[in-house]
């Protein structure tokens, strides 16, 4: 089981940026296969992009191009940079361990909010 605390959501004008982190407490954080998850008011949690501890990536199609996601593992930290936003990108974040099914997952952190205006 890990720990999660989200930061860096605001309000933003679309096409601006904003730069989330996730600070992971816990064991083993370096083997864990991490994700930037989302949920909009109304709709299902949904992953945003996934990194591996090597560092590969993966990422929604809604995002690929405007998401960019990394981590450093000395430093437990995970960060998902988003550029050229837009009103479809508001959203709680959430960070956590890659889960196939996020409805099953139950340590979820309290997210950071985001807020994309037209």
């Known amino acids: 089981q890990v720990h999660v605390v989200e930061s860096g959501g605001g309000l933003v004008q679309a096409g601006g940026s904003l730069r989330l982190s996730c600070s992971v407490s816990?064991?083993?954080?370096?083997?864990?296969?991490m994700a930037w998850y989302r949920q909009a008011p109304g709709k299902q949690r949904e992953l945003v992009a996934a990194?591996?501890?090597?560092?590969?990536?993966n990422y929604a199609d809604s995002v690929k191009g405007r998401f960019t996601i990394s981590r450093d593992n000395t430093k437990n930290t995970v960060w998902l940079q988003m550029n050229r936003l837009k009103p479809d990108d508001t959203a709680v974040y959430y960070c956590?361990?890659?889960?196939?099914?996020?409805?099953?997952?139950?340590?979820w952190g309290q997210g950071t909010q985001v807020t994309v205006s037209s």
């Open positions: 956590a361990p890659y889960q196939a099914v996020p409805t099953k997952y139950d340590y």
């Open positions: 816990g064991s083993a954080f370096n083997v864990y296969l």
């Open positions: 990194i591996a501890s090597g560092g590969s990536t």
